[in-house]
């Protein structure tokens, strides 16, 4: 199969009442790790590479390398840059085949995040590719950048931001936490009360650690897609430390980076599998 455009992955999942996991990758093995939970659970998704991890592998390189990595699946996965930090990424990753962008602008006042994603929207859309926007935003760690202050989303600024930008999915700030936080209190009247007023379904961010019950919750309230990185970064990590620990002279990089790719493709499997349980 080929990577599914973003629109069509979204009808997808409205018409079997799936939400989308999109898990982050970083590197070739976590890409062929992401795609295989997918393919083994049955169950469509996203890979996704967030703008600061572009340093590393350009979009054109991703998009290559997701092209071969879903290239048997019978389950639909696209691929979508997540925290779209300029319009430089966001065009480059549409021209490089992602099908679906994530601009992030929601550090900035509130008439300049519109007036970005309104900008991406528009470059987006005459490819027809969709556009998460992100209001509020998220205590936590995303790779490099580190955020103290949460802002939730207000719901009273949601119907005018999502007419204004043109975004075709938003990303709110509930309570959810970017890492590896183990007890996020996601406030789930917040969600009702931003889903009753939002044209567009809703994007959670920071879904390591959410507990599953509340994920099933979300999804009542216009949870359409979830992101999940942390969880998947540990057992990578997990795989090389713990040989590492056993033998300081361990070096067998190949076997080690097969051994990481079942791990990471075990835990997208069970999460992929678990969100979508109920
Ligand atoms: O954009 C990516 C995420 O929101 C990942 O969050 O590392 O807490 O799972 P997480
Ligand atoms: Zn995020």
């Given at each position: 199969m080929?990577?599914?455009?973003?629109?069509?992955?979204?009808e997808f999942a409205k018409k079997h009442h799936h939400v989308l996991p999109a898990f982050n990758t970083t590197n070739l093995e976590m890409t062929i790790a992401i795609a295989k939970g997918l393919m083994d659970a049955k169950l469509p998704g996203y890979i996704q590479i967030s703008s600061n991890n572009l340093k590393l592998s350009n979009p054109r390189i991703i998009a290559l390398m997701a092209l071969d990595a879903v290239?048997?699946?019978?389950?639909?996965?696209?691929?979508?840059?997540d925290h779209g930090k300029s319009f430089e990424d966001v065009k480059a990753c549409v021209d490089a085949g992602f099908t679906s962008i994530m601009i992030d602008a929601s550090h900035l006042p509130f008439e300049e995040n519109i007036e970005e994603c309104r900008r991406a929207a528009e470059y987006c859309h005459f490819y027809g590719i969709p556009v998460?926007?992100?209001?509020?935003?998220?205590?936590?760690?995303?790779?490099?950048?580190?955020?103290?202050?949460?802002?939730?989303?207000?719901?009273?600024?949601?119907?005018?931001?999502?007419?204004?930008?043109?975004?075709?999915?938003?990303?709110?700030?509930?309570?959810?936490?970017?890492?590896?936080?183990l007890d996020p209190r996601i406030d789930i009247p917040l969600l009702a009360k931003i889903n009753e007023v939002s044209a567009v379904p809703l994007v959670l961010h920071g879904g390591s650690g959410i507990p599953k019950e509340v994920i099933w919750e979300a999804k009542?309230?216009?949870?359409?897609?979830?992101?999940?990185?942390?969880?998947?970064?540990?057992?990578?990590?997990?795989?090389?430390?713990?040989?590492?620990?056993?033998?300081?002279?361990?070096?067998?990089?190949?076997?080690?980076?097969?051994?990481?790719?079942?791990?990471?493709?075990?835990?997208?499997r069970e999460l992929v599998t678990m969100i979508n349980e109920n």
């Open positions: 080929k990577l599914v455009n973003g629109f069509d992955l979204m290239k048997n699946s019978e389950t639909p996965i696209g691929l979508h840059l998460e926007a992100e209001l509020g935003a998220l205590q936590g760690k995303e790779e490099d950048v580190v955020n103290e202050a949460e802002c939730r989303t207000d719901p009273d600024m949601v119907a005018d931001f999502v007419e204004r930008t043109g975004c075709d999915t938003l990303a709110v700030s509930v309570g959810n936490v970017h890492g590896l936080c009542k309230h216009g949870l359409i897609k979830i992101n999940y990185g942390s969880d998947l970064r540990k057992e990578y990590i997990r795989t090389f430390g713990e040989s590492y620990e056993a033998d300081h002279n361990e070096h067998d990089v190949i076997h080690l980076s097969i051994e990481a790719v079942e791990n990471v493709s075990r835990k997208a």
